[in-house]
């Protein structure tokens, strides 16, 4: 199994910046898609950004030119640079990984993301 522990989550100012990060371990096939999803509350688990093994990349709309996704194929970790946020932006972020070879899919625990003055 994939086992993913996100970090980096916290407080922080409207327009401010955070960087989050995601760690995956277990059985991981190289071949796959992750990504970041958040939930506010009383909302649905929605996409932020997703990238491939090759670094192709999707962004939701609200988070398009502000935010940044990445990976780092040897650490088997993925990124998220979050810039210039919004109170919209308040939610519990949570890591994912779907394996194109199995279809797997792996989630992580998540780590809240606060924006507020």
């Known amino acids: 199994q994939v086992q993913l522990v996100e970090s980096g989550g916290g407080l922080v100012q409207p327009g401010g910046s955070l960087r989050l990060s995601c760690a995956a371990s277990?059985?991981?096939?190289?071949?796959?898609?992750m990504g970041w999803y958040r939930q506010a509350p009383g909302k649905q688990r929605e996409l932020v950004a997703t990238?491939?093994?090759?670094?192709?990349?999707t962004y939701a709309a609200s988070v398009r030119g502000r935010f940044t996704i990445s990976r780092d194929n040897a650490q088997k970790t993925v990124y998220l640079r979050m810039n210039s946020l919004k109170p919209e932006d308040t939610a519990v972020y949570y890591c994912?990984?779907?394996?194109?070879?199995?279809?797997?899919?792996?989630w992580g625990q998540g780590t809240q993301v606060t924006v507020s003055s």
């Open positions: 277990g059985t991981i096939f190289n071949i796959n898609v």
């Open positions: 990238i491939t093994d090759g670094g192709s990349t």
């Open positions: 994912n990984l779907v394996s194109l070879i199995t279809g797997a899919r792996s």
